[in-house]
């Protein structure tokens, strides 16, 4: 790549949800336009942003109309304006599965979607990824979760509904880290195998994952079921989904006569985890794996926003309407120290 | 002379390109495996976490489930011999793991570490030993999933393979490429040269029925 080049160039609405760019390259630097807020006046409103390697997480230099005019100044989005901090941008390698810091859990409800509580709810939003230690909640410390439902800096809901309710109260020595932003970026390679957290006793069977499966009606998969997990009948079975909505997928098989599914069991530990396995397409079964295991890495920025109205009116995501342009590029470094 | 400092510099930047090929086929071949593969988690060690760390029975379970499955063991077995401290390797199925696990692989009942073999200058280099029908091979990009065990521990992937359980498939008919731009096609005043590798191949479990991944944590 030459000096000084333009890589990536691009538009989008905002959803009101931090925006995810998939760069083809590795990048040094990117401009943001909110095209809604440069035309308008309202004060406060975030116009540009620009970001340069080197620069902290989730900031990026900002240009914002100080006044009802469209006369602009200049801040950064970690110090802020109007006695506010704003989100910023973040360079993002989707091949680096580093954890999040552990933060702290300090309490967690007995359902089968557990809520925990966190005095930091970070960069979650609906969607994102977390990972479960030390809450007292056994079977379910050390697995990967999609959220929902997440109240900022107060608490957090495990999407997908367990089988069983936990059987305890999750205690308030455990925590929780980020993992990833959604279960796109989750997956380096495209399908994964996935946890399977319920298991209904049906016409069809509904299998519920831990983490958004993204399986396709179609795809061809393999239930490992080990005998803590109940179920038995199932082991090894290959089966087709028929994809429900993301966190659930039928498999076609009449599980009414089969042994219950138990999961969690509070005091099972250690066990060994009911999974599902991708093996293939539908179409052409013995042609093994045509479309699965596509490496989806990739190397981008997240553009972020909130929830709350007045901080997404400063953020680089935007808020949801907004007609946002950016351009990225790779520059000849020097001088970085 | 400036030719001579040109070709040293090159002749070192494609010792190191060619490293860094390699390794990153095998992670990438390794991160489809660990995204893709069944698992077993280790359960009868003694250290309280889940996965435990791992133990001859685990070992045992892999085996059985790959015998089981009619996987091909992948390494002949080695024959008995007549020398001091040494013991016949059956036949075996790889086990590739991280060099982090060897100290816990040495404390696995009925371990044969490579020097015990009868014939260790068959032994790969990786390798670390044997235990019933696994040979394990260790590497310090070997697989490992942070902070993600019941205590938050470190889980370390095993993939214990058959004959043919995965493949490296080649795209657009050719595996990998070293590329070298000499200054004067580099840019316009032919001040720096490019060098570098590029390939195009795919990662693939050829039998899902093949390959397992043991989990475990450290003692």
């Not at chain 1, 007045?310 to 590029?329: E, V």
């Amino acid at each position: 790549m030459a000096d000084n080049t333009i890589i990536q160039q691009g538009y989008f609405t905002s959803d009101g949800t931090d925006a995810i760019i998939s760069l083809r390259s590795d990048v040094d630097w990117i401009e943001v336009y909110n095209l809604t807020n440069i035309e308008g006046s309202t004060q406060w409103a975030g116009c540009t942003w620009k970001w340069y390697r080197g620069m902290k997480d989730d900031d990026a230099f900002t240009e914002f109309h100080a006044a009802a005019s469209q006369a602009t100044s200049v801040s950064t989005c970690s110090t802020g304006y109007n006695g506010a901090t704003y989100r910023g941008i973040t360079l993002f390698d989707s091949s680096d599965k580093t954890p999040g810091a552990a933060i702290a859990v300090t309490a967690g409800t007995d359902e089968v979607q557990p809520v925990y509580s966190t005095a930091d709810t970070g960069k979650l939003v609906d969607g994102s990824i977390v990972r479960l230690s030390l809450t007292a909640q056994v079977d379910i410390n050390g697995m990967d979760f999609t959220v929902d439902t997440v109240n900022t800096d107060t608490n957090f809901r495990l999407a997908n509904a367990l089988d069983n309710i936990p059987g305890i109260i999750a205690g308030a020595n455990g925590y929780w880290r980020y993992i990833a932003p959604n279960a796109d970026i989750y997956n380096m390679f495209h399908p994964k195998k996935r946890t399977i957290v319920a298991i209904s006793q049906a016409n069809p069977g509904i299998v519920t994952t831990s983490v958004d499966h993204l399986f396709e009606t179609g795809q061809k998969v393999r239930l490992n079921i080990p005998s803590d997990c109940g179920m038995e009948q199932l082991s090894g079975q290959l089966v087709t989904v028929t994809r429900i909505d993301a966190g659930t997928f039928s498999i076609g098989v009449d599980t009414t006569g089969y042994d219950p599914f138990l999961f969690p069991e509070y005091d099972d530990a250690p066990f060994t985890h009911a999974e599902v396995i991708p093996i293939g397409e539908a179409a052409e079964y013995n042609h093994l794996i045509d479309d699965a295991l596509e490496n989806s890495a990739f190397i981008g920025l997240i553009l972020g926003t909130s929830t709350d109205a007045a901080i997404a009116l400063g953020s680089p995501g935007g808020t949801s309407g907004d007609k946002i342009y950016w351009r990225a590029g790779k520059s000849f470094s020097a001088r970085t120290s | 002379m400036v030719t001579k400092v040109t070709e040293m510099v090159l002749n070192e930047a494609a010792k190191r390109l060619g490293v860094s090929l390699r390794q990153t086929e095998d992670q990438l071949t390794r991160d489809m495996l660990a995204a893709t593969a069944g698992f077993i988690n280790c359960t009868d060690g003694v250290n309280g976490d889940n996965p435990t760390e791992i133990t001859r029975s685990d070992v045992d379970e892999v085996v059985r489930t790959l015998l089981s499955n009619d996987a091909y063991t992948i390494m002949d077995n080695i024959e008995g011999d007549d020398k001091f401290g040494t013991a016949p390797v059956r036949d075996a199925y790889f086990a590739l793991c991280s060099t982090q696990l060897t100290g816990d692989l040495d404390n696995v009942s009925g371990f044969i570490q490579k020097n015990q073999y009868p014939a260790p200058m068959n032994a790969l280099r990786s390798e670390w030993g044997a235990i019933g029908n696994l040979r394990f091979l260790v590497s310090s990009i070997g697989s490992v999933t942070e902070l993600a065990s019941n205590y938050g521990n470190d889980v370390y992937n095993i993939f214990c393979v058959g004959m043919e359980a995965y493949a490296c498939i080649e795209q657009d008919g050719y595996s990998a490429s070293f590329i070298y731009r000499p200054p004067i096609y580099d840019g316009p005043l032919a001040l720096n040269a490019s060098v570098g590798y590029k390939f195009a191949e795919v990662p693939r479990i050829t039998n899902d029925l093949w390959v397992i991944n043991l989990r475990a944590t450290l003692d």
